[in-house]
């Protein structure tokens, strides 16, 4: 088995290098050849780079959509049908630029707003000004999306990035311990939307993530349920008394 995965890094390794620029970033190489299988082409480098570290992804995704900003006249709004090209839930991240009205269309990132460079990169490290238009993805974003939509699939690098404690009880982490929003989507819809969209990311992103056990995770849901029901219940004489004013 080693010999043979040596001479497969061998190979790889060729492959990778033979054309090589001297622009490529040095930091996704030296991730590449430190890899138990070395990627064999440039493209799937810069994509192991990312995809170990989705953390740093995450923090670069929201950097990129606050230099782009939010769109002239874009709302965050909820689609009913795929027909509508809206999310069709709050607990989907907002994203103007994937939207027909406001996307800037291919060489540009549907989900951050910038250019595309060569190997799904966010920095035209080879000078030429020319974006990838093949590419509506950079690659950083593609591995945030990950995160933000499927925040369980990281639960190695969360649990990681707080010592293996947990964060709302400060005990060890036990094997069935869940990631959660510190502040619940619902809340984010209810409470937050007329934010701006470039800080509306922080709360899918790795700024509003923890992981904590699953007996503490019941309880903070069971407290998040009481809190909505007592919310609905305060509203509710006020809308009981303005149907009583209306007219027979």
């Not at 874009?74 to 809206?86: F, V």
């Not at 460079?117 to 990838?132: F, I, P, V």
């Not at 190695?156 to 929003?181: F, M, P, S, Y």
Request: charged share 25%; proline share 8%.
């Amino acid at each position: 088995m080693s010999t043979w995965r040596d001479e497969k890094n061998r190979k790889a390794r060729a492959r990778l290098e033979k054309r090589l620029p001297a622009s490529f970033p040095s930091c996704v190489l030296a991730h590449a050849l430190r890899q138990p299988l070395i990627p064999p082409t440039q493209r799937r480098a810069v994509e192991s780079y990312w995809r170990h570290r989705p953390l740093l992804a995450d923090r670069l995704a929201r950097a990129l959509a606050a230099r782009s900003g939010e769109p002239a006249g874009w709302q965050w709004r909820l689609g009913h049908g795929k027909a509508s090209g809206l999310p069709m839930s709050f607990r989907m991240p907002p994203a103007p630029y994937r939207e027909a009205a406001f996307t800037r269309g291919p060489g540009h990132c549907c989900v951050c707003g910038q250019p595309v460079y060569r190997l799904g990169w966010h920095r035209d490290l080879w000078d030429d000004g020319k974006s990838n238009r093949n590419a509506t993805w950079h690659t950083a974003c593609v591995v945030a999306w990950q995160l933000w939509t499927s925040p369980s699939d990281h639960l190695r690098i969360l649990k990681l990035r707080q010592n293996r404690k947990c964060a709302a009880t400060g005990r060890r982490l036990l094997r069935t311990a869940e990631v959660d929003h510190r502040v619940p989507l619902f809340a984010v819809w209810s409470q937050h939307r007329s934010r701006p969209w470039p800080d509306l990311l922080a709360f899918w992103g790795a700024p509003n993530l923890q992981v904590i056990n699953k007996a503490a995770h019941q309880e903070k849901c069971a407290a998040e349920a009481a809190d909505r029901s007592r919310h609905r219940a305060a509203l509710l004489p006020s809308t009981e008394s303005s149907a009583e004013d209306l007219p027979s």
